[in-house]
């Protein structure tokens, strides 16, 4: 056995300058691919193709791939080597690499007809197809994190032309004042309010209250107030750590993973989330530019008035809905092909693999009537053996893994979205290295340990970044996306969106304007809107960078908000508005001002640190704790409740259909009372799923 290499050269011989996405894939070595700029008339290096010499590798194909964007000159537009199929899907041409081709440097060549693979052991040629015209963008990632405020994160980051924070903004409470200082701390003490009344009191003061209509004039003057005194997320802090809401990171130092694609591509300082309020329907709106009235956390009460076995409901249907039911047609010719879509999320396997019915039933006969510390030890460290932790967090296990439920993705909430959809980023860098379909790509972070966000267990072990936790696992799920990105094919018709759902109830100093977004218009689901909101006033500011070859290193002061996500990929995919939040809203594809057909593209790699450790990390949990916090009932309201749904959407979406099956369901579920029996439950549904996913893959 003799491993062999082939270094493959790619002459250009259309009339412009193009864009080669080249691939290569055989048996014994994958697949190997890159995305090459090369002019009219040149030769550019491409890639290195692995193969195996010997007699036993006789029968060992090669294969290959071209998509080829000229990207101007008269020959411009989309070409693939012999298919007017779409990318995913192509008929890869077989040719087979020999030893005489090992070591050698081989040229081929392509024109808008065909494509010469030119080996020395002898060649083969294959046609060229148009498919399109030349699309800049073709590929839109988004990466949404958690309950952090603009100047939380980039009051101190040093790029220059940011409007932030500075010390002498302040807040005062009970007679005291806290100034906005530098070097926040990696993970709160106790989480901070951000719930819709949270946030009226953070923007407008304390005592402010609201029952519709035009909401009131913001001043920013109750972050500390509010902090010092709510308990909507659990005990409020101690008098030391209040002024701990108005910190800000010391971003190079603390977070030199975004701090570097902050000052290299281009940061967003007026990006609001989409209603000052929580988690939840502000990330509807990312997914459909409306929440469908939703102006708090999902509620107990919610639960018997959710469409509980399609999901979440919105009139118009979400952009996933959208992308599913568009074709993508190509001006000039009779091809089209369907868009699609893709969700990756945080965890170490992709949801079959989570946990199987052995290991599942295993953890559940761990969970006695009666747990002490000493049981709850045993069933922790049983737990972080099954594989559904961060794969960025610096203490994953902390997570308590599938019995954590942080696993969970909350995009799942949606109609139409299935566990089966859900892939872990361990495959992320590999799928993106090949042909690579969908126009659109979520990612969702790993929310850590989500049983009881009310105590100090709450939401360590994960990758979301929020308060609870720490900043590392965040940092590496950033690196980790972006990099899969920077050094696949894609790389040059990408756009890769970071941004936060909310700000958590960090101090921000821009509040937004009352009246000053339009209202999605759409019907509310039945019992959402809490408070008569009228979705014409934006959320607080929170961190957004866009990352892309195209976009310059600046700071921009274009008004964005969680709806321009989809108001991005309604236009660079001819897609029609899902509400009139998304019409109106501006499109982050506008910042893309450098082009390949000018030339003007960025051609710079910009390398990544390494994510930084908290000095201070937050402490593990403790068996004694999660024997008291796992006897409690469930929360009222909250994270908890809203994937207590999910769990119950998914036992109902993987059930026969029957009419008494789904009754049962139901029934069982009513009886779900304590965070115990909430982590009971996560398991069993856990293991349904990995059941599900098995059957799938087996046909």
């Known amino acids: 056995m003799t491993a062999a290499v082939a270094y493959i050269q790619l002459k250009n011989n259309t009339s412009g300058r193009v864009l080669a996405q080249i691939y290569h894939k055989n048996s014994t070595d994958g697949m190997q691919s890159s995305g090459t700029i090369i002019e009219a008339g040149a030769t550019a290096f491409v890639l290195g193709a692995n193969f195996q010499t010997g007699s036993q590798y006789a029968t060992v194909l090669d294969y290959w791939f071209?998509?080829?964007?000229?990207?101007?000159?008269?020959?411009?537009g989309t070409y693939l080597s012999d298919s007017t199929s779409k990318i995913s899907d192509p008929n890869w041409k077989e040719c087979q690499l020999q030893s005489a081709d090992a070591g050698q440097t081989l040229t081929f060549t392509v024109d808008t007809n065909n494509f010469n693979i030119a080996l020395k052991s002898g060649g083969t040629k294959t046609s060229m197809n148009r498919i399109r015209d030349f699309c800049p963008i073709q590929n839109v990632f988004v990466l949404m994190l958690e309950n952090h405020s603009f100047d939380n994160i980039f009051a101190f980051s040093g790029v220059s032309g940011v409007k932030g924070a500075t010390t002498s903004n302040s807040n005062t409470y009970n007679n005291t004042t806290y100034n906005v200082k530098k070097g926040a701390p990696a993970a709160m003490p106790t989480d901070p309010g951000h719930e819709f009344n949270d946030v009226l009191q953070q923007l407008c003061g304390t005592g402010t209250s609201y029952s519709g209509g035009t909401y009131p004039a913001t001043n920013g003057s109750g972050y500390a107030a509010n902090y010092a005194t709510t308990t909507t997320e659990g005990s409020a802090p101690s008098s030391g750590d209040i002024g701990d809401i108005m910190a800000c990171f010391d971003t190079p130092s603390q977070l030199p993973v975004f701090s570097t694609l902050a000052n290299n591509f281009t940061l967003c300082d007026q990006w609001y989330s989409s209603l000052p309020g929580p988690t939840w329907p502000n990330r509807f709106f990312v997914h459909a530019a409306s929440s469908g009235g939703m102006d708090d956390s999902p509620s107990s009460s919610d639960?018997?008035?959710?469409?509980?076995?399609?999901?979440?409901t919105l009139e118009n249907g979400s952009i996933f809905d959208k992308i599913n039911s568009n074709s993508w047609k190509f001006a000039g010719t009779s091809t089209s092909y369907n868009l699609s879509y893709r969700i990756y999320n945080d965890c170490q396997q992709d949801v079959d693999s989570i946990v199987g019915?052995?290991?599942?039933?295993g953890l559940l006969g761990l969970l006695g009537s009666e747990m002490g510390p000493t049981e709850w030890a045993a069933f922790a460290a049983a737990a972080a053996l099954i594989p559904a932790c961060s794969l960025y967090s610096d203490n994953p296990q902390d997570s308590l893994g599938v019995a954590g439920l942080g696993w969970i993705p909350q995009v799942l909430s949606l109609n139409n979205i299935s566990p089966t959809e859900i892939h872990s980023m361990t495959g992320f860098a590999g799928k993106l290295a090949q042909p690579y379909d969908p126009c659109y790509t979520f990612v969702e972070p790993h929310y850590g340990f989500t049983l009881d966000s009310t105590s100090s267990l709450g939401f360590k072990g994960g990758s979301s970044q929020h308060p609870m936790d720490d900043t590392y696992g965040g940092e590496g799920l950033i690196k980790a996306v972006y990099e899969g990105i920077r050094n696949s094919p894609l790389w040059y018709t990408s756009l890769f969106i970071i941004t936060y759902d909310e700000h958590g109830g960090f101090y921000d100093s821009v509040t937004p304007t009352p009246g000053a977004a339009h209202a999605p218009q759409d019907k509310n689901v039945k019992g959402v809107n809490k408070h008569g909101f009228d979705f014409k006033t934006y959320g607080v500011r929170v961190p957004a960078v866009v990352v892309s070859p195209m976009v310059p290193a600046q700071v921009t002061h274009t008004v964005f908000d969680h709806s321009s996500v989809p108001a991005t990929i309604e236009k660079c995919f001819h897609i029609a508005n899902l509400t009139n939040r998304d019409q109106h809203a501006n499109s982050i594809s506008d910042l893309c001002t450098l082009s390949l057909a000018d030339g003007t593209i960025r051609t710079d790699n910009i390398p990544l640190p390494s994510p930084v450790k908290s000095s201070s990390p937050a402490p593990a949990p403790k068996p004694e704790d999660l024997a008291v916090q796992m006897s409690l009932p469930l929360p009222e309201q909250g994270n908890?409740?809203?994937?207590?749904?999910?769990?119950?959407?998914?036992?109902l979406q993987l059930c026969d259909g029957t009419q008494p099956t789904r009754e049962a369901i139901v029934s069982a579920f009513k009886n779900v009372k304590t965070r115990g029996d909430a982590m009971k439950y996560a398991i069993k549904v856990a293991g349904l799923i990995s059941k599900a996913k098995s059957a799938k893959s087996a046909t």
């Open 66 to 76: 071209l998509a080829l964007h000229v990207v101007n000159g008269d020959d411009q």
């Open 303 to 312: 639960m018997a008035k959710w469409e509980t076995v399609d999901g979440y």
């Open 357 to 361: 019915e052995a290991a599942a039933e």
């Open 640 to 651: 908890l409740i809203g994937f207590m749904q999910i769990l119950l959407k998914t036992e």
